[in-house]
């Protein structure tokens, strides 16, 4: 019999918590031994990427819902013919996603949703400026054509960037007639561009969307003939990347810097499966080669004998979507 994939949900959701502790228990308990993945809690809401059997997901998808203030859960799926997460992990943290800005309030001072399907009429209007609050690495597997790319590593670095760079790219010329630009904001999954949103509402620049149910809703909705996205879309597990109705792409990942490689990468005389790529070829010692070749090697025994290896380690550590 063939077993079925598994359903992988990526959810968040702004929204007042009281008792992240409480909340972190209660979801422990309702991914119980069939669900892994990521769940991170805090006052602010809760955000994260898990998968399972569609029933598991089912129960907990629907368990969170009926927290006060999460009915409206956001929530992309997708499937996976292998497990894209080893493990369950469920902790409480200070924001959901991370981004430094004491004062920030997404639940009360986000932009305004744009959805998938008016998101293309948006992008194309020469006066909305498209910002990508994406990291590099995320923008160099795909992009919208002609988004602003800040080229942080971090999303905690995306204020400094606006403050150093950002800001001076939304100022027009005195007298300009279409007045203050509009600003349309994107991510993986509408989580960090609804921070962003807010933040840059807090700045003063008061015309500002983001795309609701970010990259991932686009993908998955707006048909690839018409699509305006190039490349494919970084996720943060072991897919490493998807493209147009979410299907899983042609990047890998580096097990030396766990950064995204490409098909051309992979042709590079600097990628070693399960060692190194050209990012982080030159950088890794003799022992730490050695190390990353002993530890690939356990990998594949385990797979060839049907088990998980416990040093296996996922994509970039983290939940930013």
Not at 45 to 55: E, F, S
Not at 232 to 254: I, K, M, P, W, Y
Request: net charge negative.
């Amino acid at each position: 019999m063939t077993t079925p994939p598994l359903r992988v949900a990526a959810v968040y959701r702004f929204a007042a918590v009281v008792d992240p502790d409480s909340l972190r228990i209660r979801l422990e308990a309702l991914c119980g031994d069939e669900v892994l993945g990521t769940l991170l809690v805090a006052r602010e809401g809760v955000n994260g990427t898990i998968a399972g059997p569609d029933p598991a997901i089912e129960r907990v998808l629907a368990g969170l819902r009926a927290v006060p203030g999460f009915a409206d859960l956001e929530v992309k799926t997708s499937t996976a013919a292998t497990p894209p997460f080893h493990r369950l992990k469920v902790r409480v943290k200070s924001e959901i996603v991370t981004m430094g800005q004491p004062g920030i309030d997404p639940v009360l001072d986000a932009g305004t949703y744009v959805a998938a399907a008016e998101w293309n009429a948006l992008i194309a209007d020469p006066a909305t400026v498209v910002i990508d609050t994406r990291n590099d690495y995320e923008a160099d597997v795909g992009a919208f054509a002609g988004a602003i790319q800040p080229r942080t590593r971090t999303f905690r670095e995306f204020a400094d960037w606006f403050e150093r760079e950002g800001r001076a790219m939304l100022d027009r010329p005195g007298g300009d007639e279409r007045g203050p630009p509009r600003v349309a904001m994107y991510c993986t999954g509408g989580i960090r561009c609804e921070k962003a949103t807010a933040y840059l509402k807090a700045q003063g620049v008061a015309d500002v969307h983001h795309l609701q149910g970010g990259i991932l809703r686009y993908l998955e909705t707006v048909p690839e003939g018409e699509s305006l996205w190039q490349g494919e879309c970084f996720v943060f597990d072991e897919r490493v990347a998807v493209g147009h109705n979410l299907v899983q792409g042609t990047h890998s990942l580096c097990r030396g810097c766990r950064m995204p490689v490409s098909e051309a990468g992979r042709a590079s005389p600097a990628f070693v499966e399960g060692v190194c790529c050209d990012r982080c070829h030159d950088t890794m010692t003799e022992a730490q080669r050695a190390g990353a070749r002993e530890r690939d090697r356990q990998v594949r025994l385990a797979a060839e004998r049907g088990q998980a290896h416990i040093g296996t380690r996922q994509a970039v550590p983290g939940v930013e979507r």
